[in-house]
């Protein structure tokens, strides 16, 4: 059972003087009393900012607003709120308004990868499928918060059922994630109805669901939520823990009940200066994640959304992060460092260099610790010829069961052999543009 403890009952009574326990812990509550001003997040915290400070907060809300659940906010200190990492991810900052030379409005190309509105496919077999614009709380940090708030609606169901449509009529989506805004701010009725209708199209194997609830409104995992999403299974859940202080009493209920119910859990974190920059503090997160029965999934670096330039370190804190996590601690604790490509090419992952140095027959590596190690290979390998021709091949797949068409993309597809391609070229290449051009003055 989840506790009240002191600093949420004084922030409750300040909200409602007459509040129990069971009024804090109905989600509803929660969105109603979300704070959404700075004279409110002062009354609530018992903390004061100077007249200058004020201005230009007040001036930032006016590009990116904020919302903070009470729930959320009653993990603040007081005490040096300012450094805390709650504070830092939920409430607002005028470094926000600075716009740096290489920042940019949408950064993932979310947009221009979109067939139908809502929807993401920018991957071979899976879709990222937008079915709320509304979150129970503004990370500072969010990579769309180029929309948070003058969006702040629910996409009606005819939007929705546009993107169903789409992905019906492409039987290559395998996977279908559910993000936002967050998926949960939605009714257990809503999305009861999503999940059957992505369930009634027999290619979605996968369905997925992203949300932050769990990490800043854990009463939002309801008994009853989670009956309805029993009966989606395979459910995938990935949410969003950034720091070790974020894991407290209700969210590691909201996590016992969705693991209770078969659910797969998985975590996102983004890579924030000032908050979690620190493999010390990452690793402790990775170990209260596990605890909870949740596999760190990925460490995002962080995007370079507009308004974002204060959270982002370099490269290097990531890579210094993962170092001191891959053979220290247990593999599953280790999340995949990745960098979302600015353009749109997808998530890129990014490890410390291993290999070493290598021959014909013989790898060089380095472990965790710095020992170095060399790896025989064997002197002789007879490949399996590989064109893709599975019905032919002396590797049995079972090809009733496996896929009809199996076609390699990208590297991938220049290691294969299933056509002649030997080079990937940019179509902007001048080189082949003066070739091109000969061949057109030839043809001529
Ligand atoms: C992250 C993402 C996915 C899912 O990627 P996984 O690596 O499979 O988790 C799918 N579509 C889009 C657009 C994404 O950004």
């Not at 009470?70 to 993990?75: G, M, R």
């Not at 607002?92 to 990868?113: Q, R, T, V």
């Not at 979150?135 to 708030?149: A, E, I, L, Q």
Request: charged share 25%; glycine share 6%.
């Amino acid at each position: 059972m989840s506790t009240f403890t002191d600093r949420q009952q004084r922030i409750a009574q300040k909200i409602e003087s007459d509040v129990v326990l069971s009024k804090w812990r109905d989600w509803h509550w929660q969105i109603r009393h979300s704070i959404r001003d700075i004279s409110a997040f002062e009354y609530l915290l018992g903390v004061e900012f100077e007249q200058d400070e004020r201005r230009k907060l007040l001036k930032t809300l006016e590009k990116f607003p904020l919302s903070i659940t009470p729930y959320y906010l009653s993990l603040i200190n007081a005490v040096d709120f300012r450094n805390h990492p709650v504070f830092k991810q939920a409430f607002p900052s005028s470094s926000e308004m600075i716009i740096m030379e290489h920042d940019m409005k949408d950064p993932l190309a979310e947009d221009s990868d979109s067939p139908v509105p809502g929807l993401t496919h920018r991957y071979p077999d899976r879709v990222l499928f937008h079915v709320s614009n509304v979150c129970s709380m503004y990370c500072r940090h969010c990579t769309r918060k180029r929309k948070v708030g003058d969006m702040d609606r629910i996409p009606v169901r005819k939007e929705v059922k546009q993107g169903l449509a789409y992905i019906r009529a492409h039987p290559e989506v395998r996977d279908v994630l559910l993000s936002g805004g967050d998926p949960f701010m939605l009714t257990d009725e809503y999305l009861d109805w999503i999940l059957t209708e992505l369930r009634a199209i027999p290619h979605v194997e996968v369905i997925r669901i992203g949300t932050r609830m769990p990490v800043v409104l854990p009463f939002r995992i309801t008994d009853s939520l989670v009956e309805m999403l029993k009966k989606h299974h395979p459910l995938w859940i990935n949410t969003h823990f950034n720091h070790p202080a974020e894991i407290t009493a209700s969210s590691r209920e909201a996590l016992r009940k969705l693991a209770d119910a078969g659910i797969p859990l998985g975590n996102q974190s983004v890579l924030l200066a000032g908050v979690n920059d620190c493999p010390r503090i990452m690793k402790t997160l990775v170990h209260k994640l596990v605890m909870n029965r949740v596999r760190p999934y990925y460490l995002y670096q962080c995007d370079l959304s507009e308004g974002l330039s204060h959270f982002r370190t370099p490269v290097g804190k990531g890579i210094e992060i993962v170092e001191s996590l891959i053979g220290h601690t247990s593999g599953f604790a280790v999340p995949t460092y990745v960098i979302d490509a600015p353009g749109g090419g997808g998530k890129i992952p990014v490890m410390p260099n291993y290999l070493i140095s290598w021959s014909t027959n013989k790898v060089v590596l380095r472990n965790y610790e710095g020992v170095i190690t060399t790896y025989k290979e064997p002197d002789s390998y007879e490949p399996v010829f590989c064109n893709r021709d599975c019905e032919r091949c002396e590797l049995r797949l079972n090809v009733d069961s496996a896929e009809d068409v199996y076609r390699s993309v990208g590297i991938a597809e220049l290691l294969s052999n299933q056509d002649d391609i030997i080079s990937l070229v940019p179509d902007s290449n001048e080189r082949i543009g003066r070739r091109n051009g000969a061949e057109a003055e030839a043809d001529g």
